[in-house]
């Protein structure tokens, strides 16, 4: 059964930085493409970030492109979104997901999610 | 960047009727990089849909998607109680963005 469990989140003033991560299971990690994506309090869905399972190919999303950075270990099935210079509209639940095979893929398992809030 | 505009915000329909939820692009996602997400209170989401018209693993037949280019639908054929819920497209073609959602609710 594929499992992801995100941690990390939490309270943390503007300017401030934060390290997500997801613990992956039930799955070969080390194949596949996984990306974070996140909710603010009763907003829709943005996609944050992407890379691939080898770890070499990564993208952003312009909202987040320099201050944010994904990374793999895929010795500890384990997927980190390096959050810094955050600001108030970064505070949101924020999801990992595993893709499929394909280079394009959808998400399709998602965790339950990790809650970041910006504030002072 | 390819924005996804989906239409309408919010459907009112009772269990039993079909809905017919619309996606565009504000230019063309390849050969059908488009997916479906289904999202309730308080949970993740829940992939329905890939490549415009393939259901995910569990997915019930109720559920279809169509369209190309820059056009998608998602039709839910006779709505049932636990349907009701928020909906999202989201195009994998170039990078990833997902529409604004369309909440489905009980009329």
């Known amino acids: 059964e594929v499992q992801l469990v995100e941690s990390g989140g939490g309270l943390v003033q503007p300017g401030g930085s934060l390290r997500l991560s997801c613990a992956a299971s039930?799955?070969?990690?080390?194949?596949?493409?996984m990306s974070w994506a996140r909710q603010a309090p009763g907003k829709g869905l943005e996609w944050v970030s992407g890379?691939?399972?080898?770890?070499?190919?990564?993208d952003y999303a312009d909202s987040v492109k320099g201050r944010f950075t994904i990374s793999r270990d895929n010795s500890r099935n384990t997927l980190y979104l390096q959050m810094n210079s955050l600001r108030a509209e970064d505070t949101a639940v924020y999801y990992c997901?595993?893709?499929?095979?394909?280079?394009?893929?959808?998400?399709?398992?998602w965790g339950q999610g990790t809650l970041v809030t910006v504030s002072s | 960047e390819i924005v996804l505009t989906q239409s309408p915000g919010t459907l009112s329909l009772s269990p039993g009727e079909r809905a017919t939820l619309s996606c565009r692009a504000s230019?063309?996602?390849?050969?059908?990089?488009l997916a479906w997400y289904q999202q309730k209170p308080g949970q993740a989401p829940r992939l329905l849909m890939y490549g415009a018209s393939k259901r995910a693993t569990g997915i019930p037949d109720r559920f279809s998607g169509s369209g190309s280019g820059t056009d998608f639908t998602l039709t839910i054929s006779r709505l049932e109680p636990e349907d009701f819920a928020v909906y999202y497209c989201?195009?994998?073609?170039?990078?990833?963005?997902f529409g604004q959602g369309t909440k489905l609710e009980i009329k």
């Open positions: 890379i691939s399972g080898n770890g070499i190919n990564t």
């Open positions: 989201q195009q994998y073609s170039s990078s990833h963005t």
């Open positions: 230019q063309s996602v390849g050969s059908s990089y």
């Open positions: 039930g799955f070969s990690f080390n194949i596949y493409g």
């Open positions: 997901a595993k893709k499929g095979l394909e280079r394009r893929s959808p998400s399709d398992y």
